[in-house]
C-alpha cells in the first residue's frame, strides 16, 4: 500500500517535524503521523489495507474502526523499551480504555494481562482468555461480592486503596479461607499536571493511602490474618505528557521500599500504574524508552518486579469513529458541520473539552480548500460539540469524516442518550475487517425494560 505522503501530499513529512508545538496539525499532517493510515487518491482514506469507505458503506455510520496492527506495534515497543532499560517489568492493560473482547484476546496473545477496575471487567479479562495470574484489580471501591471473586479465581493481586479496604478484604479472605496477595496502592501528592478530571495522585483525591500512613499500614498488613502484603502501586493520573510527575513519584515509592525494607518487610513488588500520555494533536508526549528510564531511575536497584498498566497509549491511536455529515448549516458569521455521531458516542470533548483531529475520508475533499468550521452533534445539548473554528473544506450532506485517536475512552463511555442505538465497532487487521461489536437496534434500547401491570 502507497502512503498518504507519497499519493496526495508529497511534501506532508518534512512539514509535520517542523512545525512548533502550538501550530494546529493540517489534515495532511495528522494523517501522516499516523502509520496505520493512509489516504489513498483512489479509496480514500485507509486504515491499514482497508478502505473505511468501504466499512462506512457495509455498516453504515457512526462506526468504530480499530487497527490490529497499531495496536500490537505500539505493545511491542513499550515492552521493548521496558526490556531494554533492564527492568523485570510486566504490562498489565488497563482494560477501561476500551474493553472490548476482540481488544483484550489481542493483548492477552500478545502476554499482557489486566488491569481491572470491577467485576465486569474481571469476567471479560477471564472471558478473553487472560489468566488470572496476570490480572490486577485497581479501584477505590470494590464491593465485598468483587473481593470474594477476585480471591475465588485465585487474581495476581489485589491493590487495596484504604485501612477500610484493607480490613475487609481480611475478613473475607479469613471466611473463605484464601490469602489475598496484596499491593497498597500510595498517594504520593504529586500532581500530574493533566486535566483535573483525570488526575488521581494528589493529597485531595479520592485514590490511594496518604503517603504518610504507608509504612504502619503495610506493617499491620502483615499481622493481619488472610492477608500477605507484598508491594506498592500508584497511578497518578491519565493523559500525562510530562515525565517530570512519573520521576517524583516513582522517587517516593523507591523511599517507601527503603523504609519498609529497613524495618525487615518483604517488598517484592511496584505497580507503576499507567497514565502515559499521547499527542492528540501535534503537541510533544514521552517515548516508552524515556518512560521506561524514568522507572529505571528510580527503582532500577531495589530488585523488584515492575508492573505498568497501559490504557491510552495502546489503543488510543489505533481507533477512529467513523461519521457522516448530516447537513452543512450557515448562520451568520458561522458554519455549523453537523455530524450523524454525537456526544453518546464519544463524550470527551464534551466532558474534558478533548481535542480530536477531524480529517475528511474522501481524498477530493482531503485537498480542498479550507475554512473554520464548527463540528457538532445532533443531540439536543450545547456541549454535543466536537470541535470549533476547525479549518475543514466544504463538506456536504453524505461526505464522510473520521474522528482520529478514538480508541480509547470512545465505545466503553457511549451511552443511548435520546434513544441513539449503540454505534457498531470493527477491528482492521491487515486486508481483513470484522465486526467484534454489532450495532444495537432501536429495539434493544427497550428490550429490558418493564411496563408495570397497572400501566398496561
Known amino acids: 500500500m502507497v502512503g498518504a ?13 517542523s512545525m512548533p508545538d502550538t501550530h494546529e496539525p493540517t489534515i495532511a499532517e495528522l494523517i501522516a503521523a499516523r502509520p496505520h493510515l493512509a489516504m489513498h487518491a483512489m479509496d480514500g482514506l485507509v486504515m491499514d489495507d482497508v478502505p473505511l469507505n468501504a466499512i462506512a458503506d457495509d455498516l453504515g455510520t457512526p462506526v468504530w474502526v ?6 500490537r506495534r505500539r505493545y511491542r515497543l513499550l515492552a521493548g523499551a521496558l526490556a531494554e532499560a533492564g527492568l523485570d517489568a510486566h504490562i498489565h492493560y488497563a482494560m477501561k480504555a476500551n474493553d472490548r473482547l476482540a481488544v483484550l484476546r489481542l ?51 489485589i491493590n487495596v486503596e484504604s485501612a477500610e479496604e484493607l480490613a475487609m478484604l481480611s ?25 483535573a478530571k483525570i488526575t488521581t495522585g494528589r493529597a485531595q483525591d479520592k485514590f490511594g493511602i496518604p503517603y504518610s500512613d504507608v509504612v504502619p499500614l503495610y506493617r499491620r498488613a502483615g499481622e493481619m490474618p488472610g492477608i500477605q502484603p507484598i508491594g506498592l502501586a ?142 457538532v452533534g445532533p443531540v439536543c445539548e450545547a456541549g454535543d460539540t466536537f470541535a470549533r473554528n476547525r479549518m475543514l473544506p466544504p463538506l456536504a450532506a453524505g461526505a464522510r469524516v473520521a474522528i482520529l485517536d478514538a480508541g480509547a475512552y470512545g465505545s466503553v463511555m457511549s451511552s443511548a442518550y435520546n434513544a441513539r442505538p449503540v454505534a ?32 398496561e
Open 107 to 157: 493483548f492477552a496473545a500478545e502476554g499482557a494481562g489486566a488491569d481491572i477496575v470491577s467485576e465486569g471487567e474481571l469476567r471479560r479479562a477471564r472471558e478473553a482468555g487472560i489468566p488470572a495470574d496476570r490480572i490486577v484489580f485497581s479501584g477505590v471501591g470494590k464491593s465485598e461480592r468483587e473481593l470474594r471473586l477476585a480471591l475465588a479465581e485465585e487474581i495476581a493481586q
Open 66 to 71: 480499530y487497527s490490529a496492527s497499531c495496536m
Open 234 to 375: 500508584t497511578h497518578i493520573g491519565s493523559q500525562i505528557l510530562s515525565l517530570a510527575p512519573y520521576r517524583a513519584a516513582y522517587a517516593r515509592l523507591g523511599d517507601l521500599v527503603r523504609a519498609l525494607r529497613a524495618e525487615g518487610l518483604p517488598v517484592s513488588v511496584i505497580d507503576c500504574g499507567g497514565g502515559l500520555g499521547i499527542p492528540y494533536r501535534d503537541e510533544p508526549a514521552p517515548l516508552p524508552a524515556a518512560f521506561a528510564g524514568a522507572i529505571r531511575g528510580a527503582l532500577h536497584n531495589l530488585g523488584v518486579r515492575v508492573l505498568v498498566e497501559p490504557g491510552r497509549w495502546l489503543v488510543g491511536p489505533a481507533g477512529v469513529l467513523l461519521a457522516s455529515v448530516i447537513l452543512a448549516k450557515q448562520t451568520q458569521g458561522s458554519r455549523f458541520v453537523v455530524l450523524d455521531t454525537a456526544m453518546n458516542d464519544l463524550i470527551r470533548p464534551a466532558m474534558y473539552d478533548a481535542w480530536h483531529g477531524i480529517v475528511p475520508v474522501s481524498a477530493v475533499d482531503a485537498v480542498a480548500n479550507v475554512a473554520p468550521a464548527d463540528v
Open 424 to 455: 457498531a465497532e470493527v477491528m482492521v487487521d491487515g486486508s481483513n475487517w470484522s465486526v467484534i461489536r454489532a450495532r444495537d437496534s432501536h429495539a434493544d434500547l427497550w428490550r429490558a425494560e418493564r411496563v408495570p401491570h397497572w400501566l
Open 171 to 195: 475478613a473475607i479472605a479469613t471466611a473463605i479461607g484464601r490469602t489475598a496477595r496484596v499491593v497498597l496502592r500510595v498517594n504520593p501528592d504529586v500532581d500530574a499536571g493533566t486535566h
Open 5 to 17: 505522503c507519497d499519493l496526495v501530499y508529497p511534501a506532508c513529512r518534512m512539514a509535520t517535524l
